[in-house]
């Protein structure tokens, strides 16, 4: 069983740096054909996807976000953390971590239980 967990921060003054990582159990972020994603959802909004490190460490961005943001991985540890810039309050999230295959479009078969973060002075 593939157990995904998101940590970090709830609370993040504007213009700084959001930094949350998402740690997997259960199964490998380098296992061949798996992305793995960072998808939020605002308040009174529906998900969006922001962006995912594939199994051979391609990262892919949402055009939307992709300026300021910035997803890596350390293997040793099975994690893999989002970064996103100049944070604003239009960032308050819930943010997930999530796993999709390779040719599965959006459907993720395992999400982390999300971690809320508020973007506030």
């Known amino acids: 069983q593939v157990q995904l967990q998101e940590s970090g921060p709830g609370l993040v003054k504007p213009s700084q740096t959001l930094s949350l990582t998402c740690t997997v159990s259960?199964?490998?972020?380098?296992?061949?054909?798996?992305?793995w994603s960072w998808i939020r959802r605002p308040p009174g909004k529906g998900l969006e996807w922001m962006g995912a490190i594939a199994y051979r460490g391609t990262t892919y961005y949402s055009p939307s976000l992709k300026s300021r943001t910035s997803i890596s991985r350390d293997t040793s540890k099975n994690q893999f953390t989002l970064q996103l810039t100049s944070v604003t309050p239009e960032d308050t999230a819930v943010y997930y971590c999530a796993r999709n295959k390779r040719d599965s479009g959006s459907y993720y078969d395992y999400w982390g239980q999300g971690t809320q973060v508020t973007v506030s002075s």
């Open positions: 259960g199964g490998s972020i380098t296992a061949n054909y798996y992305y």
